[in-house]
C-alpha cells in the first residue's frame, strides 16, 4: 500500500496540456511556491487515489532511455535542479499524444515527492496528475454580521482524473510505478497507461497470483468441458475449491495445486498444457512458485462464481464436494433435475 503520512512535496508545478485538435499548450514560466497549508492539500488529493496494490513498470522495447517519461523522471532523480526543464518536456510529450477527439484538456500536475511509503519502505518520487475536471463550490463571506455568497469553480480534492507516482526504485526494470484507481480500468487507460507512460504490469505476487487465477477460471470455465465430460457442479467445485486454496496458503506450488484442486491425473496434464498455451497467447511467464497476494485473491474471488443457475427459478452455490449432488432427467416431466445429499438445514 503507499501512504502519504510523511511525504513532502520538494517541487512542483503545473501546466496547460490541451488536446492537440483544438486547443493549446501553456507552460508555466516557473515553479509554484507552496505554502504549509497547500502542501498540506496537495498531500491528500496526491495521496488518495491509490488503494490497490497493483503497480506498473516503464517501458520500452529496447533502450529505457527511449521512453519519454522513464528518461524525463531519470534525469530529476539523478539531478534535482532539472525539475523545471524535464516538467516543460513531460508536458509537452503529452500534448504530443493527446490528439484522439474523446481526450479532454486539462492541467499537467508534476510534483517531486520525497518520503513516501510503499510497502513498508520509504521512496522518492516523481507524482504526474492530469486535472481535466473542475467543480462549482460556494463561497460565504461575513460583513457587518451579514452573509454573502459567491459562486466559483475549482478542484475536488477526493477526486482523480488520471494520475501516477513513479518511485526511485527498480530503475534498471522501468521503475516501480503506482497508476491511480481512477484510470486503470477505465477507456482512458489506453491513453494514460499505454499511449503516455507506456507502462507494463509490475511482475510481482499481485500479477502472479491475479494471473494464474485467471487462469484457472479459463482453464475450468472454457477448456475443461470441451476436453472432458464434466457437469456444472464439477466446474463450480473445482472453482470453489481453488478459490479456497488461494485464501488458505501463503504460497503457490503449481504442482500442489493441481494434485489438489483437479479430480484426475488426466485433467492435471490437461491443465499444464493448457497453462503453456495461455502463456503462449498472453506472451505472459506465470511463474511455478511464488508468494500469493492477499489484495490479488481478494478481488479475483469476485469472478470465481461457483454457483449452478437453474433457469430463472434457481440457483445452487457448490461449496463442497459434488458427490452430494446428483443430476438426472425426469421422463414424467421431460425436464432435468438436481438431487441434494445433506444433513441439516438452516
Given at each position: 500500500m503507499i501512504f502519504g503520512d510523511s511525504a513532502r512535496i520538494k517541487k512542483c508545478v503545473i501546466h496547460k496540456v490541451g488536446n492537440k485538435l483544438e486547443d493549446d499548450l501553456v507552460i508555466s514560466k516557473e515553479l509554484m511556491t507552496v505554502s504549509d497549508e497547500v502542501e498540506s492539500m496537495l498531500i491528500h488529493y496526491i495521496f488518495n487515489g491509490f488503494k490497490a496494490k497493483e503497480y506498473y513498470n516503464l517501458y520500452a522495447e529496447d533502450d529505457l532511455m527511449e521512453n519519454n517519461v522513464y528518461s524525463a523522471v531519470a534525469s530529476i532523480f539523478d539531478n534535482n535542479d532539472t525539475f523545471y526543464d524535464q516538467s516543460v518536456a513531460l508536458a509537452r510529450y503529452l500534448y504530443s499524444v493527446s490528439e484522439m477527439p474523446k481526450v479532454k484538456s486539462g492541467r499537467l500536475l508534476v510534483v517531486h515527492l520525497e518520503n513516501c511509503l510503499v510497502d513498508g519502505k520509504s521512496m522518492e518520487g516523481i507524482g504526474l496528475f492530469k486535472i481535466e475536471s473542475s467543480v462549482k463550490y460556494m463561497k460565504l463571506s461575513l460583513n457587518d454580521d451579514n452573509y454573502g455568497v459567491e459562486f466559483d469553480e475549482g478542484i475536488a480534492l477526493d477526486k482523480m482524473?488520471?494520475?501516477?507516482?513513479?518511485?526511485?526504485?527498480?530503475?534498471?526494470?522501468?521503475?516501480?510505478?503506482?497508476?491511480?484507481?481512477?484510470?486503470?480500468?477505465?477507456?482512458?487507460?489506453?491513453?494514460?497507461?499505454?499511449?503516455?507512460?507506456?507502462?507494463?504490469?509490475?511482475?510481482?505476487?499481485?500479477?502472479?497470483?491475479?494471473?494464474?487465477?485467471?487462469?484457472?477460471?479459463?482453464?475450468?470455465?472454457?477448456?475443461?468441458?470441451?476436453?472432458?465430460?464434466v457437469t456444472k457442479a464439477d466446474q463450480a467445485s473445482i472453482l470453489s475449491k481453488s478459490v479456497q486454496f488461494f485464501k488458505e496458503n501463503d504460497t503457490f506450488d503449481m504442482d500442489s495445486f493441481a494434485q489438489e484442486i483437479m479430480p484426475d491425473?488426466?485433467?492435471?496434464?490437461?491443465?499444464?498444457?493448457?497453462?503453456?498455451?495461455?502463456?503462449?497467447?498472453?506472451?505472459?511467464?506465470?511463474?511455478?512458485?511464488?508468494?500469493?497476494?492477499?489484495?490479488?485473491?481478494?478481488?479475483?474471488?469476485?469472478?470465481?462464481?461457483?454457483?449452478?443457475?437453474?433457469?430463472?427459478?434457481?440457483?445452487?452455490?457448490?461449496?463442497?464436494?459434488?458427490?452430494?449432488?446428483?443430476k438426472g432427467f425426469d421422463d414424467g416431466v421431460n425436464m432435468n433435475y438436481y438431487r441434494l445429499y445433506f444433513n441439516d438445514e438452516e
Open positions: 482524473d488520471k494520475g501516477c507516482i513513479i518511485f526511485n526504485s527498480e530503475r534498471e526494470k522501468g521503475f516501480w510505478v503506482a497508476v491511480s484507481e481512477s484510470v486503470r480500468k477505465t477507456a482512458d487507460a489506453e491513453y494514460w497507461i499505454d499511449m503516455f507512460l507506456n507502462a507494463q504490469q509490475r511482475e510481482d505476487e499481485y500479477f502472479q497470483t491475479q494471473n494464474v487465477m485467471a487462469l484457472c477460471k479459463s482453464f475450468v470455465t472454457e477448456h475443461l468441458p470441451e476436453e472432458f465430460e491425473s488426466q485433467i492435471i496434464e490437461s491443465f499444464k498444457t493448457y497453462k503453456d498455451a495461455f502463456e503462449q497467447e498472453t506472451e505472459m511467464k506465470i511463474e511455478d512458485n511464488f508468494e500469493i497476494s492477499e489484495t490479488a485473491v481478494k478481488k479475483q474471488s469476485k469472478n470465481f462464481k461457483s454457483v449452478i443457475k437453474l433457469d430463472k427459478n434457481f440457483h445452487v452455490y457448490v461449496h463442497g464436494d459434488t458427490k452430494f449432488i446428483e
